[in-house]
Every structure is written in structure tokens, then in C-alpha cells.
């Protein structure tokens, strides 16, 4: 049993995405068929992301659903992708604790909020170690994983394999970035938003969190960073 903190790889991203971005952009709006679009595609980079960016502000967001990414995220608590399996548009595999037995105890992640109170660091730490007794007894007496976990917090890890597409991806950037987000998911989605623009620097404009998008905050009670909606 240990305290731990997340970690997101990115498994997958198309090497083309720009190619196919653009296919799709310029098919909307040329009399060549999409083969002939592909098949003769511009290699001037500058221009086909000029032509994206145009489409992508229009909203014309059909031509992004097509670039499919994965990650792998360790460490995760059951909180926190309690919150991310809420994203209709994604697709999980996550760690099953009907199957897997927490090798008899579970590992956990801390909230940064407890752990900076001392005392309530340690409560929660004993907590922790009191219901890590609790499963393993359950176990130890024959009792099922899928029926001993009922007493595992949602502090305990998982973990999972996320797909989604670009437009979800910004969609979740969106809401998630935003600090009335709890802190874990949005540094989880930081990391996949990072992840992505290290490899497509020009995403980074829309990676972000929907006060940036809009250019004001929709929410009741903002953190401040932009003026509120009627402002
Ligand atoms: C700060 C914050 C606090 C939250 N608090 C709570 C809470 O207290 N309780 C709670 O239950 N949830 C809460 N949520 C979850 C929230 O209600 C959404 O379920 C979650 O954010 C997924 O967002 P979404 O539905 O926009 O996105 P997705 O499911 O990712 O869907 C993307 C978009 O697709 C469209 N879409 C998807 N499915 C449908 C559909 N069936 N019909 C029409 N359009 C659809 C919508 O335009 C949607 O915005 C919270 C979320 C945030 C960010």
C-alpha cells in the first residue's frame, strides 16, 4: 500500500494528422473527390494548417473527429475516473477490481489539499491502512474482489487506456482545464493536452481551458483569470 501519483503516457497519435485533416477540410469544398484531394495534397505545411485553423474556428468540427489518440494513465484515483468515464465520447479500458485483487492491498492517491495538514495527513493515512486490513481479512475469509471492493475509498488507484478523438479531446480540454475542475483531473488532462502539442505545437491554442475558448467565464463563481460573462 503507497501513496502515488499519476502518470499519462500517449500511445498513439496519427504521424499524418495534418494530411488528414486537411483531406477532409479541402473535400468539403472541392470538386475533386477525396481520393484526388488526398492523392495530390499540397506538401506546404503552412497552408494546409492555415486552411485547418479557418475550419476549425468556424466550427466546423466534423473534420477533427477523425484523428483518434491513446493514452495510458497510471495512478489514477477511482475519483478522478469516475469523473473522466462521464466523457460520453471516449473510450476506457480500466483496471478491473472484480479481477484483480490489489495484490491484497490497494495503493492510493492523496489529495494535496490533505496533505498539507499534518493531522489530517496522518488520519487519513490510518484510515487507509484500516480498511487495507479490512480487504485483505475480507479475502483472506473467501470473500469475492468484486464484493470486498465495496469498502475500497475512492482514493484507491486505477488504471486505464483512454481513446478519444480531437474534437473530445478539445471538448475535455475545455471543461477540464478550467479550475472549477477538481485539481487531479485537470492535471491528468493537462498532461495528455501536453503530450499532444509537444508533438503539434499549433494545437496548443485550443488545449485549453473554455474561458481562453471564449474569451470570458461562464462560470458562477470564477477563479478571476478572465472577466466574467457579463463583465
Ligand atoms: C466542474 C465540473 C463539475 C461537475 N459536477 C457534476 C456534478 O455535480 N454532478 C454530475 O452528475 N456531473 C457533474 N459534472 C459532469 C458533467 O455534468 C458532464 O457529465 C461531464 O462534464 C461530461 O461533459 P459533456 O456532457 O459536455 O461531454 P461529453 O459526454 O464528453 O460529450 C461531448 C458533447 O457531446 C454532446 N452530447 C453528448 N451526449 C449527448 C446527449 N446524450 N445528448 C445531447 N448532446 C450530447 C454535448 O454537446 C456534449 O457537450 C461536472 C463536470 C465539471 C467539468
Known amino acids: ?3 502515488k501519483s499519476s502518470q499519462v503516457t500517449l500511445i498513439s497519435i496519427p504521424n499524418n494528422l495534418i494530411d488528414v485533416i486537411y483531406t477532409a477540410c479541402r473535400t468539403c469544398y472541392s470538386a475533386d473527390g477525396a481520393v484526388e484531394v488526398y492523392n495530390n495534397i499540397t506538401s506546404d505545411r ?3 494548417l492555415s486552411l485547418i485553423k479557418k475550419v476549425i474556428k468556424s466550427g466546423h468540427y466534423s473534420t477533427i473527429e477523425h484523428i483518434q489518440v491513446t493514452f495510458a494513465i497510471n495512478n489514477i484515483s477511482r475519483a478522478a475516473t ?4 462521464r466523457h460520453r465520447h471516449m473510450s476506457f479500458s ?3 477490481q472484480r479481477y484483480v485483487k490489489e495484490k491484497g492491498e490497494f ?13 489530517l495527513l496522518e488520519k487519513f493515512n ?5 480498511v487495507s486490513k479490512l480487504y485483505c481479512e475480507f479475502l483472506n475469509s473467501g470473500i469475492k474482489a468484486e464484493d470486498a471492493r465495496a469498502i475500497l475509498p475512492n482514493a484507491t488507484t486505477s488504471s486505464m487506456v483512454v481513446s478519444l478523438n480531437l474534437r473530445e479531446l478539445i471538448h475535455l480540454a475545455n471543461l477540464r482545464l478550467c479550475t472549477r475542475a477538481q485539481l487531479e483531473i485537470r492535471q491528468i488532462v493537462k498532461k495528455m493536452c501536453d503530450l499532444i502539442i509537444e508533438k503539434e505545437p499549433w494545437l496548443s491554442e485550443h488545449l485549453v481551458s473554455k474561458c481562453i475558448r471564449l474569451g470570458y467565464c461562464d462560470e458562477d463563481n470564477s477563479c478571476g483569470k478572465v472577466k466574467p460573462k457579463n463583465g
Open 1 to 3: 500500500m503507497a501513496k
Open 46 to 48: 503552412e497552408k494546409k
Open 82 to 85: 469516475h469523473q473522466l468515464v
Open 94 to 96: 480500466q483496471k478491473s
Open 107 to 119: 495503493d492510493y492517491i492523496i489529495p494535496p489539499a490533505i496533505e498539507d495538514k499534518p493531522e
Open 126 to 130: 490510518k484510515h487507509m491502512e484500516e
